[in-house]
């Protein structure tokens, strides 16, 4: 008869070299794809500097050269002392806690880099990793605040 058996696998039924081909070329063609995403950096009308996956429309922005970059559970203190300015902040752009701790740092001139985990999916994963649960996150060096409270950013930062 000419059925195909449900589970071809189970029956030792095998594929004709051509259908072999086809499934290899196929295989291989996924493996061998590798994951490209451009950061731009952009600066807004404040002067914070912003890296994202989607450059703010209407500003002009620069493609960042980032290479080998990996995605990984590393300790904070190792984190911030090799590649993250003194202040990080994961938010988002609706948050009003995120909103206070900005006027905050822009009233103080504290430089900080701000990651928008809705808008970039590197940051949101970074936030993942680090166990983020709430917004905003803030990284001072080694030291890690959730939410916003200027007392307890000054306690870590000062």
């Given at each position: 008869?000419?059925?195909?058996?449900?589970?071809?696998?189970?029956?030792?039924?095998?594929?004709?070299?051509?259908?072999r081909?086809?499934?290899?070329?196929?295989?291989?063609?996924?493996?061998?794809?590798?994951?490209?995403?451009?950061i731009?950096?952009?600066?807004?009308?404040?002067?914070?500097?912003?890296?994202?996956?989607?450059?703010?429309?209407?500003?002009?922005?620069?493609?960042?050269?980032?290479?080998?970059?990996?995605?990984?559970?590393?300790?904070?203190?190792?984190?911030?002392?090799?590649?993250?300015?003194?202040?990080?902040?994961?938010?988002?752009?609706?948050?009003?806690?995120?909103?206070?701790?900005?006027?905050?740092?822009?009233?103080?001139?504290?430089?900080?880099?701000?990651?928008?985990?809705?808008?970039?999916?590197g940051?949101?994963?970074?936030?993942?990793?680090?166990?983020?649960?709430?917004?905003?996150?803030?990284?001072?060096?080694?030291?890690?605040?959730?939410?916003?409270?200027?007392?307890?950013?000054?306690s870590?930062?000062?």
């Open positions: 008869m000419g059925f195909a058996p449900r589970y071809p696998w189970r029956t030792g039924w095998k594929l004709q070299e051509p259908e081909m086809k499934y290899l070329v196929l295989i291989g063609v996924v493996f061998s794809c590798s994951a490209h995403a451009e731009y950096k952009w600066t807004d009308p404040s002067g914070q500097v912003h890296y994202g996956e989607r450059p703010e429309p209407g500003r002009p922005a620069q493609t960042v050269d980032v290479e080998d970059a990996q995605v990984g559970s590393v300790p904070i203190g190792q984190a911030a002392a090799k590649t993250a300015p003194k202040v990080v902040m994961y938010a988002t752009s609706w948050c009003p806690y995120c909103r206070k701790a900005r006027t905050y740092f822009r009233d103080n001139r504290i430089a900080y880099t701000e990651y928008d985990i809705e808008r970039d999916r940051a949101k994963r970074r936030y993942d990793a680090l166990g983020g649960r709430g917004i905003p996150v803030i990284l001072v060096g080694d030291k890690r605040l959730d939410g916003f409270d200027v007392s307890g950013f000054e870590l930062y000062r």
